[in-house]
């Protein structure tokens, strides 16, 4: 059911006009007059279309459709396109007819008139349902437009609801054409004045359901009442469309006389239109032949001006684009003349200075390396003997007849781990800088990793200081995540520790929030809060120097390297963020960095390799009936882990180098050997490759002063069991002989 706006043209340019929003310009145009001249021109239009003179009307259109454009008014273009889409309808020219109903759709949307969008996709789908392949497009076009007349609920008659109705019966979905009929049989106000009654419509739609549902006497009520409206206002259109199912309906219903009466008033409708029809046959023809004519002559005419405009400004363009060019011809030869004298002068003093950068970057690099070299070095060399001033320490503090010294062995202790601390620090730096340092991606557990990163505070350093550490960690934090766990834990223990160096007496509390961004990972948010000492605005930056010392900041007690906080940027650096602080003296300080991780899958979780650890219910009292081989070609280290041991009633051979070392375990039986790794002839891999050939069931746990990553994977690779770096802490020493102690009875049982 095409929607025809003759009648509603006057009433919509009331309404539009009546728009707060428009109201200022609606009396503007009048008084210029040029909406009076476009609604005159639609008149005529609506005339001639009336009087099937389609060469005029398409003609006048035309006319119409330059005036609106040339004031922006889409109202009167969506009106110019859509008599155009009906024009070439009624002219049997299809194609035509749907491009001109797209283009008034168009303009509809562009008006932002609800009004018009409506009537635009009723019309656009009323086109498209006469071809079976476009009809699941037209019921989407009746359906956008049934959407907006039940939003602007002005009383207007639902035609696209009908139209939906009639589609869903052609295609036999009748509980949907019945829902739709429904929705059009409500919005029918019989007080209204309709161009063309739908009830007709509706009363021929409710017989065709009520057939489809074999409700006979309905559908008879239906067509009855529809047969007594097309009689009274002479819809002969409707009567050839009706009349001749309706008949023979009667005739199945045992209605023959009346069956009759239909047929033969069909009868006479088809002989009045066929005679009518054969009279309009040559009109349609001619009609058809000028409105192609009219249009091709229009078309010419527009291409011809367009031609003429074209060469116009294609010869203006030349003339400036000549003078332009010219005018840059002559720029050019000068910068040219210029640049060529400068250039010379350029490429002498740049050959002078790459040659210079060339040989610092040399001397840079050199330097970079040497430097590397000799924080390793140093840090390997002075671990050695640290190792036996630490074992020492430890040999003091098990003593009981020293204990009268208890406060002057803390003291040594102290500076020892100060020592360690500041050998560590040195060795991390270097590597920090070496271009060979890599991060690991594991899955992990953030959240463990943060508890075990507060443990480790609540055993050590907060023991007797006046310091509380909190831990606040929001929901929106995954529990595994992909990232190298052992640096993000480094992170954390050099910011929170440093935080606690100068908070002697309050609180340090480590936050962590998430968000879930839309690439699929997580921005982990990190907080370290302190309400200690405070950071100076001016000094806030210098913290992050390598061996940076803010003298009237240090606390007696919190000296350190300077280089805690250089390693936590240089780190974070590496995983691609970078830590702030905002801190006030006095006041405490805010350290804060974010992470971009990925949530790690079960998949990833269960292939991450788990570090298989045996139950020890506690730590030995002793170890006695337990035999150790401790090798090692410094014999103040040896002297060292054989007191330690020895402290714990267990049995310990020596051997200085591999060769010895290799008799004892051929003739005696060990229940662990500790190894050094760095010894001469023999060193610590080759000896225990020449054990693993006669000896496969003794743990062998190497003792070195290098903290290297493949120091690691070679010894694993060499047949030893597990790798212990000196100094060690006792209490880990004997964890790692306590496990693998563990370990080897498991495996016998």
């Not at 058809?288 to 249009?295: H, L, S």
């Not at 300077?562 to 940027?569: C, D, E, M, S, T």
Request: with cysteine; net charge neutral.
């Amino acid at each position: 059911m095409r929607k025809n706006f003759g009648p509603l043209i006057f009433l919509l340019l009331i309404v539009l006009c009546g728009q707060p929003s428009s109201a200022f310009a609606y009396f503007k145009n009048v008084q210029q007059k040029p909406k009076i001249s476009l609604q005159a021109q639609l008149d005529s239009i609506f005339k001639v279309t009336d009087d099937k003179d389609y060469e005029v009307a398409i003609q006048l259109i035309g006319q119409l459709i330059k005036d609106s454009e040339k004031e922006g008014n889409f109202t009167y273009l969506f009106h110019s396109y859509n008599l155009l889409s009906i024009s070439h309808a009624n002219l049997r020219d299809s194609i035509p007819a749907m491009n001109y109903s797209k283009k008034a759709l168009y303009y509809a949307q562009l008006s932002k008139n609800d009004t018009l969008i409506s009537w635009a996709y009723n019309n656009l789908a009323a086109d498209l349902s006469t071809r079976k392949e476009t009809r699941n497009q037209a019921l989407e076009y009746y359906k956008k437009s049934l959407s907006i007349q039940r939003r602007l609920n002005d009383g207007e008659f639902y035609d696209a609801a009908l139209n939906l109705a009639e589609l869903y019966h052609k295609s036999g979905d009748y509980h949907l054409m019945h829902k739709y009929l429904e929705e059009a049989q409500k919005s029918y106000n019989p007080e209204y004045i309709y161009f063309d009654d739908p009830l007709i419509h509706l009363e021929i739609l409710w017989g065709d359901y009520y057939v489809a549902l074999k409700s006979e006497y309905r559908a008879l009520k239906s067509y009855n009442h529809a047969h007594e409206l097309i009689e009274s206002e002479k819809v002969d259109y409707l009567a050839l469309d009706f009349y001749e199912r309706y008949a023979k309906f009667l005739l199945e219903q045992d209605y023959p006389e009346k069956a009759y009466e239909v047929q033969k008033r069909f009868q006479e409708y088809y002989t009045a239109q066929e005679s009518l029809k054969a009279k309009e046959t040559y009109q349609l023809a001619q009609a058809k032949f000028e409105a192609a004519e009219a249009r091709r002559e229009r078309n010419q005419a527009e291409l011809q001006q367009e031609i003429l405009d074209n060469d116009l400004k294609r010869k203006k363009t030349q003339s400036i684009l000549l003078a332009s060019i010219i005018v840059l011809m002559i720029l050019f030869l000068a910068y040219l003349f210029y640049s060529e004298r400068l250039r010379l002068g350029l490429i002498k003093n740049l050959k002078v200075k790459n040659k210079n950068l060339e040989q610092a970057k040399i001397r840079a690099e050199r330097s970079e390396r040497a430097k590397t070299r000799f924080f390793s070095t140093l840090s390997h060399e002075m671990r050695t003997p640290l190792y036996g001033v630490t074992g020492t320490i430890t040999i003091f503090e098990n003593n009981p007849e020293l204990k009268k010294y208890e406060e002057e062995i803390s003291s040594l202790r102290f500076s020892a781990d100060h020592l360690l601390e500041i050998i560590n620090d040195l060795l991390d730096i270097s590597k920090l800088e070496d271009d060979s340092f890599k991060l690991v991606k594991k899955s992990f557990n953030i959240k463990l990793l943060v508890e075990d990163v507060i443990n480790s505070f609540d055993r050590n350093r907060l023991r007797n200081a006046q310091c509380f550490l909190n831990c606040e960690i929001d929901r929106s934090v995954p529990n595994y995540v992909m990232g190298d766990a052992r640096r993000i834990k480094q992170v954390l223990l050099n910011i929170i520790g440093n935080a606690i160096k100068f908070t002697p007496k309050g609180e340090v509390t480590l936050r962590l929030n998430s968000k879930h961004l839309e690439s699929g990972r997580h921005q982990v948010h990190f907080e370290i809060e302190d309400n200690g000492i405070g950071i100076p605005k001016d000094k806030q930056e210098a913290i992050f120097d390598e061996f940076s010392q803010l003298e009237e900041l240090q606390l007696r007690e919190a000296k350190g390297t300077g280089l805690g906080l250089p390693i936590v940027r240089k780190l974070l650096e590496k995983m691609g963020a970078d830590i702030t602080v905002e801190s006030e003296p006095g006041r405490g300080s805010l350290f804060s960095f974010d992470l971009l991780l990925e949530e790690a899958t079960l998949q990833q979780v269960a292939s991450t390799p788990k570090k298989v650890v045996h139950p020890i219910t506690e730590l030995p009292v002793d170890f006695e009936g337990k035999r150790f081989l401790v090798v090692d070609d410094n014999k103040i280290n040896r002297m060292v882990t054989n007191r330690i041991l020895k402290n714990f009633k267990a049995e310990v051979d020596e051997a200085p180098d591999g060769r010895e070392a290799i008799e004892r375990v051929k003739s005696q039986d060990y229940d662990l050997i500790l190894m050094d790794i760095n010894m001469p002839g023999l060193n610590g891999y080759q000896t225990t490759q020449i054990i693993r050939e006669f000896e496969l069931n003794v743990p062998i746990v190497a003792l070195t002063a290098s903290v290297e990553n493949y120091v690691i994977r070679k010894a694993e690779f060499c047949g030893m069991n597990d790798v212990i770096t000196k100094p060690f802490n006792t209490e880990k020493f004997f964890k790692a002989i306590s496990e693998q102690f563990a370990r080897r009875a498991q495996a016998i049982n």
